[in-house]
C-alpha cells in the first residue's frame, strides 16, 4: 500500500484545512488508517484514526470537536477536515494505516508528511 499525502499549508489561526490521503498499490478494504503529527524533536502523536470498514472513529483529546476524520471508499482516500485551528496544531501531519481493528499499536505504512503551519 503506498500512500499520498496532501493538503498542508499556511492558515490563520481559526481557520480551517483539509488534508487529503489517497491510498493506491492495493483497495484497502479493511484495517485502520489515521492521522499522526510530530513536532521536530518529538513522538509522533496519533491525532485521529478511522476503522476503513465500519468508518467507526478515534480522536486525540486536543482535536475533539475540531477535527472531523473520513473516508471515501470508492476513492481509497482519507481525509482530515481541521476547522479553529491554533498555533498549537502546527506539526508536520503524516497518514498511515495498519492491519487489524486496534487503533493503537504499529502503523506499517506511511505517508510522506505534509506541513501544517498556524500563524496567530
Known amino acids: 500500500v503506498q500512500l499520498q499525502a496532501s493538503g498542508g499549508g499556511l492558515v490563520q489561526a481559526g481557520g480551517s484545512l483539509r488534508l487529503s490521503c489517497a491510498a493506491s498499490?492495493?483497495?484497502?478494504?479493511?484495517?485502520?488508517m489515521g492521522w499522526f503529527r510530530q513536532a521536530p524533536g518529538k513522538e509522533r502523536e496519533l491525532v485521529a484514526a478511522i476503522r476503513w470498514s465500519s468508518g467507526s472513529t478515534f480522536y486525540t483529546d486536543s482535536v475533539k470537536g475540531r477535527f472531523t476524520i473520513s473516508r471515501d471508499i470508492i476513492k481509497n482516500t482519507m481525509y482530515l477536515q481541521m476547522n479553529s485551528l491554533k498555533p498549537e496544531d502546527t506539526f508536520v501531519y503524516y497518514c498511515a494505516a495498519k492491519n487489524g481493528l486496534n487503533f493503537a499499536g504499529e502503523y506499517f505504512y506511511w505517508g510522506q508528511g505534509t506541513l501544517v503551519t498556524v500563524s496567530s
Open positions: 498499490g492495493r483497495a484497502f478494504s479493511t484495517g485502520v
